[in-house]
């Protein structure tokens, strides 16, 4: 009777043990799948729309992806005067003279003729005050920061620097009244700041997605067909949709005591992770697209002669 109880005990034992065991399975299976859902959930959080499909959004974040290796892999050029992302250099640009940053003003013969979408006031000068809080106090003689009032989204080229596309006033006229009929169908984009990222060539990049309203690569589609005559080969990604906060031009101008030079790539991670934990997240929503005649080379950038045509998006379905 002891040995069948024994061999009783031993298998109730066994069975509890196995019981156990296929629930610790189960629990761990159900943790991972929660775990995996949330994270897709959470990279996925800033494509939400409704107009576009989610494939747009993870080509941006691939995007970002690469900005954000970029410093890492091809190393700080802008501590070189290296070259710009629109194959000027830094010193065709800006001159540092008795610690004030000037910028080179070049005539663009014929002016640019950019396209892009404005982020109002309302948002990009909390933008500016952040950028400048943490960056003014090492860069204060190095660096350049965008005209607040001037932060933008660059969208499409009817003719670029690289690419001139001439134009008589008549086709300006033209061009002009085409974009305004692109944006008066067009709905307002509700957008999220995804990240912030320093990129080699000097430039602090605001990435952003779209929560709602028309995609990136919607937009500059619809001024494609707009803008027949434009340059076939644009200056950015389709999908992109970033604008510039500020251009770092040299070495910083003071150091914590901890930093030397052979660290500072790493100092300017720190300040940009500073910057994310800062405006990580904003909300903004935008509503002018501007038609803008460029009369010096990036004079959206570098507050140069310019003439501007604003119109709101304002949704029509007609």
């Not at 190095?142 to 969208?155: D, E, G, K, P, V």
């Not at 709602?212 to 992109?240: C, F």
Request: net charge neutral; glycine share 4%.
């Amino acid at each position: 009777m002891a040995r069948v109880r024994n061999w009783w005990n031993w298998n109730h034992s066994k069975s509890v043990t196995l019981i156990w065991l296929i629930c610790a399975i189960i629990f761990y299976s159900v943790f991972r799948l929660l775990l995996r859902n949330s994270y897709h959930t959470t990279r996925s959080i800033y494509s939400v729309a409704t107009d576009f499909p989610n494939s747009n959004s993870e080509r941006r974040l691939r995007l970002y992806d690469n900005l954000e290796r970029d410093l890492e892999e091809n190393g700080a050029l802008f501590l070189k005067q290296g070259e710009t992302s629109q194959s000027l250099s830094l010193s065709d640009l800006f001159t540092v003279k008795d610690g004030t940053v000037t910028p080179v003003l070049q005539a663009a013969n014929p002016p640019v003729r950019a396209n892009v979408l404005y982020l109002s006031t309302e948002h990009s000068v909390p933008i500016s005050k952040a950028v400048k809080g943490i960056f003014l106090p090492y860069f204060d003689r190095a660096i350049w920061f965008q005209n607040s009032s001037m932060y933008h989204f660059s969208m499409f080229h009817a003719s670029h620097h690289i690419t001139p596309v001439p134009a008589s006033e008549v086709e300006i006229e033209t061009e002009a009244n085409d974009v305004k009929a692109v944006a008066e169908v067009l709905c307002p984009l509700k957008i999220v700041l995804d990240r912030v990222v320093l990129t080699s060539t000097g430039v602090l990049l605001g990435c952003w997605q779209v929560l709602s309203g028309p995609d990136p690569i919607t937009v500059r589609a619809k001024l494609k067909t707009a803008l027949p005559r434009a340059p076939e080969k644009q200056l950015y990604d389709a999908a992109i949709f970033h604008t510039s906060f500020a251009r770092l031009l040299g070495h910083p101008t003071t150091l914590p005591a901890e930093v030397d030079k052979t660290s500072e790539i790493h100092f300017f991670h720190q300040l940009v992770a500073r910057l994310n934990n800062q405006i990580h997240g904003i909300q903004a929503t935008v509503s002018e697209l501007w038609y803008v005649e460029e009369y010096d080379l990036l004079a959206l950038a570098l507050n140069g002669r310019m003439q501007i045509r604003k119109y709101q998006l304002s949704c029509s379905k007609a």
